[in-house]
C-alpha cells in the first residue's frame, strides 16, 4: 500500500470513528438544533411539494425527521446513518403502516452497498462531517436516476457568521479542548461538486444558525421565529445573503 495512501485511510477512518462517537449520544443535537432540523424539514417538503417519489434515499438520516414526513404507500425509504441510536430514533417515528416501505442501514455512506436507482436522495447534515466530501458527492451522483432529485446542505465556509462561529470555537477550544469540529464548506465547491456528477442546481434556501450564546438567551422556539423574521421560507428568502446555512435542490439530467 501507497504510504499516502495509508494515510489517507487512517483520517477517514479517524473521521468515521470522530463521528460515530459525537452522534450515538443523540440527545445533544436533536434537542439542542431542533429548530433547525425543523426549517430544514420545512425546506425539503416545499422543494418536494407536487413531486411523488418512489425511491427514497436519506443518507446521514438522523432521527428521520426530514425523510419520514415524505413516506407514502408507494414509497420504499432507505434511512441511513452511521450512528445506531439515531436510527432508533429514526424506527420509532416511522409509522407501523410503512414499517415494510423502510430499509435501515446502519453504516458509513461509502462503505454501504446500496440499489441506485432512487427518484429523491438526501443529505442533509452530511458533508460537515466527511472527510472527503467529494467522494461523497460522487456516490450519490452514481445513486441518483436520471431526472431525480437530491436535496443537501452545508455551511459557508467564507461567510461572516461562519466566521464569527469558528473564531468562538477556538477560543473556547483554548479551555477546553474540543476532539471533534465540523466543517464548513464554500459554496461554489459544493455546487461545482455536484455539477460534475450531471447535478444541476435547481433552487436553494438560506438562513443562519445562531451566533455563540444565543442558544442561551432564546428557546428552540423563539429561535425558529427569528429566523423566519429574518428569512422567510422558501420560495420567499428574505436576506438569503445573510444566512450561513444553505439548502440545494439539485436534479439529474433525464
Known amino acids: 500500500m501507497e504510504p499516502g495512501l495509508a494515510i489517507c485511510e487512517t ?7 470522530n463521528v460515530r462517537t459525537v452522534f450515538e449520544n443523540a440527545d445533544w443535537y436533536l434537542k439542542g438544533w431542533r429548530y433547525s432540523i425543523k426549517i430544514r424539514t420545512e425546506t425539503v417538503r416545499e422543494f418536494v411539494k407536487g413531486h411523488e417519489f418512489k425511491s427514497i434515499l436519506d443518507v446521514g438520516c438522523g ?21 445506531a441510536s439515531m436510527l432508533a430514533s429514526a424506527r420509532r417515528q416511522i409509522p407501523s403502516e410503512f414499517l415494510p416501505n423502510v430499509d435501515v442501514v446502519n453504516q458509513e455512506f461509502l ?24 467522494a461523497v458527492v460522487e456516490k450519490i451522483g452514481s445513486l441518483v436516476a436520471p431526472g431525480g432529485y437530491v436535496i443537501a446542505e452545508s455551511t459557508a465556509k467564507n461567510h461572516f457568521v461562519t466566521r464569527v462561529i469558528m473564531a468562538y470555537g477556538e477560543v473556547r477550544g483554548m479551555f477546553t479542548p474540543a476532539s471533534y469540529v465540523p466543517a464548513a464548506l464554500a459554496t461554489k465547491d459544493v455546487v461545482a461538486m455536484f455539477a460534475q456528477q450531471g447535478l444541476e442546481l435547481v433552487s436553494v ?16 422556539r423563539a429561535l425558529y421565529r427569528l429566523s423566519r423574521m429574518l428569512y422567510g421560507s422558501f420560495p420567499r428568502n428574505r436576506n438569503a445573503r445573510l444566512g450561513n446555512e444553505l439548502v440545494y435542490l439539485f436534479r439529474k439530467a433525464a
Open 205 to 220: 434556501f438560506r438562513y443562519s444558525l445562531p451566533l455563540p450564546g444565543m442558544t442561551r438567551l432564546f428557546s428552540e
Open 63 to 83: 432521527d428521520g425527521s426530514i425523510s419520514i414526513p415524505l413516506l407514502c404507500p408507494q414509497t420504499q425509504m432507505t434511512l441511513l446513518d452511521i450512528s
Open 11 to 17: 483520517k477517514m477512518a479517524t473521521q468515521t470513528e
Open 111 to 134: 462503505e454501504a452497498n446500496l440499489a441506485g436507482g432512487y427518484d429523491l436522495l438526501l443529505c442533509i447534515g452530511l458533508l460537515a462531517h466527511v472527510s472527503s466530501p467529494s
